[in-house]
């Protein structure tokens, strides 16, 4: 196991997801949302890499507005939970339900949940085959059934969303974690991620190493 | 006294500020983040201890310094080599370093510290924990380091002009924080009010390896002449600061912290036009403004560079800092809004150069006004993080065409203006500048190009009805997703974007490092090239064995006179 800050998790996966294929922005989103889980000490680093090479390999379609509702545009592939979960922050104000077929890590969609539930200041259900979340507000969250453990293991599932409606018996009353400053990662997760950091980099060349960082005279005094 | 007036319509317009020639003609100010470490280091009577000093003749070895204040304590950890001179190179590239250093978050054991010695001197290549808030490298200058050890071993204080001319014995090549490498993550340090700003972490790194530098040389020269080594005089220890060198980098740092930016420029532009509204000027407070330009007169003539773009622009300096004199006389402070009248003065007077110095100046009378703003220079940026899917394409459009008519402006289309590219090198892993007409790697490029990519996201925005949310833009154009979050913070921070294209042929990537450096409160710009530059850290400033004296709060501006 590999001990890392929050800051570099964020910078490997901002740099990683661009190297998967990612826009800019949408890897800027999933930095951001490993910063999220790394912090509540929920398990990233492999889901990032399995959804960062189905990323890379063109097993992940994308979303469309039909006016009403966000829906899956590609048929047969499976749901991309950063592209899900842009839409969820993005869209939350104007939808009330969210539908995202085989969704590659579910987990991923908790930081955007947090995140759009804090723009609009209503709850957010989260429903896939038996199991429901709720992510509210103010950094609370309820587990309905069963476990926080147990989401982070589930690798693909279809996902339903509400937003703003919540039974009272489900109302989100946990707080998150203690955040940890630093996180313990499986190198070998390390390594797949770095593998698509690899991505965005350019190799040198002679001409790069002469003018690059603008050296060519003496450095030392 | 007359009530101050308000400050309305004197905070200077970011399309003034934010220019590269303006943010790059920058100089310190009271806000610095290296000034506001040693005020409150003084006021809260931090203590510097030497636990550890066990270095060699050759100055190989391990040394802490331990400072103490109210409710903890930092160790630094410093960790000496004896480097042969060909491997010396101030490049953040190299490999191998005259010392290297570790902030320890409290006071380390010895396990710690042979942790660290595994650790610390391999830089990049080593691992670190939480403990460690910051590390760092140094270089002993080739030109002085020795020769001061030769002169103080044989009993003598060495050449003032030559100890001038550099103005540091080592000079520091990276400081890292925030997580670099395994090290500390600024969440663990922020709720901390010694730590809380902006950098704090950093400046007590490099403040207290100066320390470290004088207690070298004076050891070395120890071991070497035996009972006839002199100690180096107090004075010329004043004199001494740290050097630094610094390069692309650092460039990047500005674009990519946008709302850190704006609160930084927000706080100083601040500070100015609140002083601009104070109705008059108190005597103190002139002697003050004067007490500055004399010792930067001073300062001037010491600072010295080759570089063929600043050395006229500080020939002219010169020329402007007569004018300067000549205008704030006793009846132009007797003047309604005084400070006001030499800043407007100043802009349609004398040179950019010139201008920047007179915000440092105007600034330097009025600690009440300023200081207390340095706690506004720290951001969350996650606040300005998630994007208002419900904005309509029309309203963005409308802020970009308020903010960005800087960038509209330049048409892409012309090579000049597109010809470079910003990209990570994958020998060095460090920011570099590409030709695109020339160079491979553009497809790589960093999103630094925030004038041609508002453009790009204008002409989509123009291509939409106008009534359609951002949230329908970007489900369709998720290209643009990092710049709508850009226009939209910006909308709340108008200080958050540098206004010029930083892909032109004209961009001069180490006016973006003079910008945060003269945040930093380094001194002496002396641009190396147009990409890197070495300056100097708290020259002048007390020692931690000084810090119980009165204190100096305007020691950055050096004596004013000569003390020997």
Redesign the interface.
Known sequence: ML??????IENLALKSARGSG?????A??AA?AARWLA?RNLSWSGSLAAILEANAAGRLG????TGTD?VSSVDDLDSCPI?GG??L??????LARLFLPRTLHPLWLLPFAD?AS??IGVPIHLRWSEHRMVVGPNGTFGVVAPSLQHLSMVSRADLAMEIGIVEATDLPVEKWAR?A??HMVPESDWRRLQHFE????????E???L???????K??? | MQAAKSIDGLMRPPDQVMRLDRLGSMHQTRLSFMRELLRRLHRERWEVSRPVFDIGPRGAGVATYQASGPERAYTLVCFAHDLPPEL????VIAEVWDATFSLFDGVPTTIDIDRLGQNVPRQEAG?Y??TELVLARA?R???LFDNVVACLAKGCQPDTDALDS?GYLM?TTAVYG???????????IAGRPELAGPFQAEMLTVWLIRAFTIDLVEHMAALAGGRIAARLDRRLCRRLGIGN?T??GMAPFLVRHPALIHNWMAARETALARVRALPSASRQQIDCFRSALRRFSLHLSRWTTADPVLAPRLATLAVDLSLIYGFTSDAAFAAQLPWDAICRWAEKTVSLEARELVVSLVLEPHPAIADPLFESMATDE?AS??????MSCQALLTLIDRSYAWALATDFSRREENRLFW????????P????RA????AE?EQ?LAVARDVKLLREALTACDPAA????L???H????????RVQLESQRPYAEIRDNLIGSGVR?IDLLRCKLSFFGATRFDP?????L?VTMFQNAPHPNEMPDSYDDGWIWGPEEVPC
């Open positions: 001990e890392v800050s929050l800051n570099e990612f826009d800019w922005g949408l800027e989103e951001r912090a994308g979303f469309a507005w966000v592209r842009a839409c922050s993005d869209f939350a104000p104007v995140t804090n723009l955040r400053t630093s690899h991505f965005t980099y350019v190799p040198a060349s001409t790069s190493r003018s690059g960082a603008g050296a060519g005279i450095d030392n005094d | 010396r190179s101030d490049r691992r924990r939480q270089n200058s080739a030109r550099v000079r925030n997580g670099k490498f395994g090290i500390a993550d600024r969440d663990r060198a390069g692309l996650l993080f998630t994007i208002d899917g419900r990209y990570v090198s994958e020998e060095k892993l460090e570099r500048l590409g030709e020339t160079e491979a790697g790589l999103p949310s951002l949230a329908q970007l489900i369709r998720p290209e643009h997703r990092h710049t709508v979050r990537p190396r090239s147009d990409k890197w070495r």
